[in-house]
């Protein structure tokens, strides 16, 4: 009898041309030689001891315990084997910390966007409490509060495991996870301690839940309703004999997907909280941790898709089927070639906002690149994270009957990609959000404005220096696209209907822009033609999905 053989993981970074060929392109050779060793280690882990522990976990999931045997609330999470060395190996290795200490300047981001994407497959999400920790600390660093600064920041992003700690962003409450406007909770302030206040409130969706300390959104009392009305508050979960702070767990979410993070629903019932930054304007105040989260979002959807591709491309060369291995099944390797040029370019595009994010960081960045990454922050999240959807489904189809069995470990890819277009903004969301980003308004007034100029100048830049044919044929699908999403918005007709059309456009025109500019760079230093075959392709794969309507 003969067995079919498993597919098998080598070094994630080593064995990975995309993540490879890009580093060499944006990372100065003495800043690659000195990141290397740890990208390689990270591959080397994520391949091997923490892809079989993966494995081997897959039947475990957290559990809560809210009782002990003498009556009393506990309320404990005991979270999975993976999870816990996932959490060690983050903060040993920097998947947080990397982005704070500044040793690259600008590209200290994308170092630890690539650790990250490394990381990510192989953990079980424990990416959820990564990217609120990542995003609560850079919005405490940006709030100035010098107090919460010093107090959390440095646990934020140590890389000793004994002290770090994780952050959870507590917003969706039973009122619903998009309008965060509507949120109930309310903050009643300590007549004597300054900036000090009690939270009441049921918060519906808090994932995580096991973290040291949340950014949360709750309404001062006396305040107006609405967002504005909101203010941005610190709670720290745990008094110091390590007992909750007044909140009870009432019970874990029953989810499709992402089974290991301990998402709860939690009831606050005076829980002591510290304003974060003043005592209204909670959401725009939280949207740093936002944008940071959806910057997680878009990595972790293209560290999904890859590692569903690498699975399918080894398993291609061990399984024979009609007389030859699927590797030399020209069919299903073009199946598998149109899902690695999504990934290509989703991937560019995610590690182009990296870019922008370590820009800001650095204080090196320009105001037409401030633009860009508002633009691009959320047309990259929901561009990314339906590309891993359509990837992640195709990826289980290649395997056959074996991709829909749990114990090949290969459903979990789809149900914990599943959960990307929903969190951090669903698709219609972050369309409006690119909307408000570009300032526009879907009424009529803002018909004849120039919205798009930004990226126009942007690929006009990236173009200049494109030389083969077949890159400037796809550069102008690019820019046709964009001028076709340009001309819509100045007719005016039905914006809000088209709105999601109109960001998944914007999406994939600039992954075609990015796709195009790595080509010929590569043509030029690594004698590569495999990038510019990836952006010929991707430019004939549906760029442009702008609707025009007829004039009302
Ligand atoms: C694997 C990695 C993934 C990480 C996992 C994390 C797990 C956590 C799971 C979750 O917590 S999921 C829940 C996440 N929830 C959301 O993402 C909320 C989705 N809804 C939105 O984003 C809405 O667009 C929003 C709540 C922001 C709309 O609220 P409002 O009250 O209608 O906002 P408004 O009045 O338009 O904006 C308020 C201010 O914020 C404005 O500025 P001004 O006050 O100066 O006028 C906006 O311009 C600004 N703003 C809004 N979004 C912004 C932003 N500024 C910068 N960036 C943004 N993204």
Known sequence: M???????????????????????????????????????????????????????????????????????????IEVTHLWLKAERIAAEHGVVATAYEQKHGSLSRVHQCALAYLFTPSTDIYSCPLAMTDGAARTLISSGNQLLIDRAVPHLITREPSKFWTAGQWMTELTGGSDVGLSETVARKDQTLADTFYLFGRKWFTSAVSAQIALTLARPEGNPPGGRGLALFYVETRDEQGRLQ????????????????????????????????GTTDGVRNITPLLNITRLWNGISSVALMHRGLA???????????????LSEKPLHMDTLLGLQVET??????????????????????????????????????????????????????????????????????????QVLPIWEGTTNVLALDTFRALGIHTTSESKGEKRL????????????????????????????????????????????????????????????????????????????????????????????????????
């Open 344 to 417: 290509e370019a989703a991937f560019h595009l995610a590690f182009f906002v990296a870019e922008l994010n370590g820009k800001s960081e650095a204080g090196e960045i320009s105001e037409n690149d401030v633009q860009l990454l508002r633009v691009l922050t959320p047309i990259m999240k929901l561009t990314t994270a339906k590309q891993a959807v359509m990837v992640a489904s195709e990826v289980l189809e290649s395997f056959g009957g074996a991709g829909y069995i749990e114990d090949t470990g290969l459903p979990g890819l789809l149900r914990d990609s």
């Open 2 to 76: 003969s067995h079919q053989a498993p597919p098998t993981l080598g070094n994630q970074y080593e064995d990975d041309r995309m993540l490879r060929s890009y580093l060499s392109r944006v990372c100065p050779t003495d800043v690659l030689r000195e990141i290397e060793p740890s990208l390689i280690e990270m591959g080397r882990l994520a391949g091997s001891e923490l892809y079989q522990m993966q494995l081997d976990d897959r039947l475990n999931e957290p559990t809560l315990t809210q009782w002990d045997a003498w009556g009393n609330r506990i309320d404990r």
């Open 246 to 277: 007044n909140i009870e767990i009432n019970r874990l979410k029953d989810k499709l997907g992402t089974r290991k993070v301990p998402t709860a629903e939690l009831t606050l019932n005076g829980t002591p909280a510290r304003l974060v930054y």
């Open 311 to 325: 699975l399918a491309f080894d398993y291609a060369k061990k399984r024979v089927a009609f007389g030859a291995p």
């Open 453 to 552: 100029e930004v990226l126009l100048w942007q690929f006009k830049l990236w173009f200049e220096s494109i030389r083969n044919p077949l890159l400037i044929h796809a550069g102008q699908t690019a820019m046709s696209a964009l001028a076709h999403a340009s001309r819509w918005l100045l007719e005016g007709n039905n914006l809000e209907a088209g709105a999601r059309r109109f960001a998944i456009t914007l999406g994939r025109t600039v992954e075609l822009a990015l796709l195009v500019r790595h080509a010929q760079w590569s043509e030029d230093h690594e004698a590569d033609g495999a990038a510019t075959a990836s952006a010929h392709r991707f430019a004939r794969s549906g760029i442009d999905m702008v609707i025009d309507q007829p004039s009302a």
